[in-house]
């Protein structure tokens, strides 16, 4: 009676078998090829997987079966080869990027890629491994429907081979228990996020979900294309409403209050770590040079309102503030009204340009900047290529200079230019060139860390001080220009700031702590010579501004404000600039935590400590 339950358990399997071992193998190789670090405890969950497919493959006909499995076949070889191939030729699996580059294709761009990267070389790489496994699956299907064609016979002892399937068909229904129970016990959780990847509204939310501990394991090909058709899918849904609000910008009249507006833009920027705001270590020797000559109006209340970059371009770049109706899709992007106000706008990124291994955070925040024609109507000058280093931000630039599409050199030209650096973006140690490098381990001997953590202290702070040279550099092309140069990083992170540990806590509750390490950021506004003598009261409201709260959603009405754009979209109640800034409007963290509720809160227990240690 048991042998009998154990083979039930096995039955499944046993109608399709070369279906299960060969969708396993291809499945295990794929894995162990494309993510060596994949959990063993995923063979198991694809065990599970595979065989919930047999069941429901036994409960079809057989004539439909056929099909159904051929379906799937293809599908899964399908689906595996482009997985390979493109961890092949681009170092990473498939990813939303590749299939939205695929989407943008014409044929005969197609052509040229498939003449490029396509030949037979490929089959001494690893997907030789997956294309053999279809060989050798093609010909065990022809050898089969030869036998059942010719009804040939096998010559074997039936009578044995039933004696061994009462003994073996009991042991792989036991095996089967084992690894179903092992899939189910241990992996339940990787299909409970998979569920929940897959069931949010927005891209930024699939993005967050992603740095999640405890994310989705895409260990198979087939959901890492589905993953990938989900969120080109959520894209697509923004993309197609800013494309139908790019006919609704409106603008009424321009005073081109400042005629060239550089708005540079870093990456991953903790405000104590800044010279500027009274870092104990000399990171940022130029801007502290610059301040103390009077060129640099030094915003000292400042927040950011994600600590995604992708949430913050968003914000940044749409006139949406936190708290309005709506979505930030569903407002006009900056760069558009400042085209349609008579501005030649230029956009250097050395991270948002589309590129195959794009991670999700890439794809999320650059979708709406790459699309052909978002990026036409905001953009008249790009460039084409990322860098090793963000001194090639300032080589594009030049480039773009030289070329004549950027022009500054007479009164007529109205530009706004935005410069996107890499910043401090993580891995530290890689934002600096060697040469370049001055801070050492050695130079952190009163922090209480061990030497790993003063190590990647030292790179923040050097890829700080080269940030401090770039951003330098910058200013020093517009010394002779009539020129506005406003710096802000997207967010801030944690490098050792009370806690040990760097990068950001995603998941964490906001805390002031938390607040004031990954949210509080530089933030400074320069004016060139010829500028404030020019307008003078422009410049002596940008001074008079710089210690008004503000939040970084607000930035495209301060830019709007600083050009003199007169536009329905803009609100005067958002630029600091303005009589009509309003101080008070909340300042909301992820949604969910007010800044200066924090921050009250937290000098008010400090106050309390304080009179507590006097006492």
Not at 243 to 264: H, K, M, Q, T
Request: charge should be negative; proline fraction near 4%; aromatic fraction near 12%.
């Amino acid at each position: 009676m048991v042998r009998r339950l154990l083979g039930y358990v096995f039955y499944p399997i046993g109608k399709s078998p070369a279906f299960f071992v060969f969708m396993y193998v291809l499945c295990c190789l794929c894995n162990r090829l494309e993510t060596p670090t994949f959990s063993r405890l995923g063979l198991a969950e694809l065990f599970v997987d595979l065989y919930v497919l047999c069941v429901v493959l036994a409960c079809i006909p057989w004539r439909a079966r056929r099909w159904v499995k051929g379906a799937i076949y293809v599908v899964m070889y399908a689906t595996s080869i482009v997985d390979m191939y493109c961890k092949v030729k681009f170092g990473s699996t498939l990813t939303p990027t590749m299939l939205l580059l695929v989407g943008e294709t014409t044929g005969s761009e197609a052509a040229e890629f498939l003449e490029s990267y396509v030949g037979w070389e490929l089959l001494r790489t690893n997907l030789g491994w997956v294309l053999l496994i279809l060989a050798v699956h093609i010909l065990y299907n022809v050898f089969m429907s030869m036998v059942r064609r010719h009804k040939l016979r096998l010559n074997m002892d039936m009578k044995l081979v039933h004696r061994l399937a009462a003994i073996v068909l009991p042991l792989l229904g036991l095996v089967s228990i084992f690894m179903i129970e092992v899939g189910i016990s241990e992996r339940t959780w990787n299909k409970k996020a998979f569920v929940r990847l897959i069931t949010y509204d927005d891209i930024g939310e699939v993005e967050h979900e992603m740095q999640r501990p405890g994310h989705s394991e895409l260990y198979l090909p087939v959901y890492r294309l589905a993953f990938s058709l989900y969120a080109n899918n959520l894209a697509a849904r923004q993309t197609r409403t800013l494309i139908e609000g790019i006919d609704r910008v409106e603008v009424d009249s321009c005073a081109f209050r400042c005629p060239n507006i550089v708005l540079v833009i870093g990456e991953s920027y903790n405000r104590h770590h800044s010279q500027l705001y009274g870092y104990n270590h000399p990171t940022t020797p130029r801007q502290v040079s610059r301040a103390e000559a009077g060129e640099l109006a030094v915003f000292t209340d400042v927040v950011t309102p994600w600590n995604l970059t992708s949430y913050v371009f968003k914000l940044v770049l749409s006139l949406y503030t936190v708290g309005d109706e709506g979505q930030w899709c569903d407002y006009p992007l900056f760069p558009e009204v400042f085209r349609k106000a008579g501005y030649r706008v230029t956009f250097v990124t050395n991270q948002f340009l589309p590129q195959a291994r794009d991670a999700i955070y890439d794809f999320s925040g650059g979708f709406f900047l790459n699309n052909p024609t978002l990026s036409e109507a905001q953009f008249d000058v790009r460039n084409a290529s990322l860098h090793a280093f963000d001194d090639g931000v300032l080589a594009d630039y030049d480039a773009l200079v030289d070329s004549g599409l950027v022009d500054i050199g007479t009164a007529a030209d109205r530009n706004l230019i935005i410069l996107h650096l890499m910043g401090q973006h993580v891995n530290y140690r890689d934002r600096t060139p060697q040469a370049q490098k001055k801070f050492t381990a050695n130079d952190y001997g009163e922090r209480k860390l061990n030497r790993r953590e003063k190590w990647i202290l030292s790179d923040y702070d050097n890829a700080t001080l080269y940030n401090d040279s770039i951003v330098d550099e910058i200013l020093r092309r517009f010394e002779d220009k009539d020129a506005v140069v406003v710096y802000m990083p997207d967010h801030a992170e944690e490098c050792y700031g009370g806690l040990r540990v760097f990068g950001r806590m995603h998941n964490a509750d906001i805390d002031y702590r938390l607040a004031a390490e990954e949210f509080e950021i530089p933030f400074w506004v320069w004016c060139s010579e010829s500028f404030a003598k020019a307008r003078p009261e422009l410049a002596e409201a940008i001074r008079n501004a710089r210690h008004r709260p503000f939040m970084t959603d607000r930035m495209a009405h301060f830019l709007l404000g600083l050009a003199g754009i007169d536009t329905p979209a803009y609100r005067a109640d958002c630029d600091p600039l303005s009589p009509e800034y309003d101080e008070d409007r909340p300042r909301v963290l992820k949604n969910t935590a007010d800044y200066d509720k924090l921050r009250e809160e937290h000098e008010q227990k400090s106050d309390v400590c304080a009179v507590s240690l006097r006492q």
